[in-house]
């Protein structure tokens, strides 16, 4: 790991995850890893705290829980972030969408191109995931 450490540093991480404990201990993680990170529990929390400490930077990486609260999926928060970033030259903002569910994700999230992991998410395989997709 230690290798592709720097791979991350300063690179802007968001995470929606509604579990505040989850929450905690996965942002304090990518912090220790170099990232800036903004840490919610919705996607409309992310868009609030993006647009104030981030002054409208593009995110280069999300980490969504795919089952979150109020009816929204983790794909629902992953589309609303990407679309709230347009740049057509770019390609859209990677993803990682985490899952207790083991089996039903994997057709939705292939189709999209988002990776998936499964919880629990050991921290060599998590750091390996952010590293690929940025």
């Not at 404990?21 to 942002?27: K, P, S, Y």
């Not at 104030?52 to 980490?63: H, K, L, N, Y």
């Not at 998590?126 to 590293?131: C, E, G, R, S």
């Amino acid at each position: 790991m230690k290798a592709t450490r720097s791979a991350l540093v300063a690179k802007l991480v968001v995470v929606i995850e509604d579990d505040p404990l989850i929450l905690e201990a996965t942002e304090g993680l990518l912090r220790s890893w170099g990232c800036c990170v903004v840490a919610a529990r919705s996607c409309d929390e992310a868009l609030v705290r993006l647009a104030e400490t981030e002054a409208g930077r593009r995110p280069d990486v999300i980490v969504c829980d795919y089952q979150l609260s109020r009816g929204m999926t983790g794909v629902d928060a992953i589309e609303r972030l990407r679309s709230a970033f347009p740049i057509p030259a770019l390609p859209p903002i990677p993803a990682l969408l985490i899952s207790g569910d083991a089996g039903s994700l994997r057709c939705e999230v292939g189709s999209r191109g988002y990776r998936l992991l499964y919880k629990p998410v050991n921290a060599e395989r998590f750091h390996a995931a952010l590293v690929d997709a940025s």
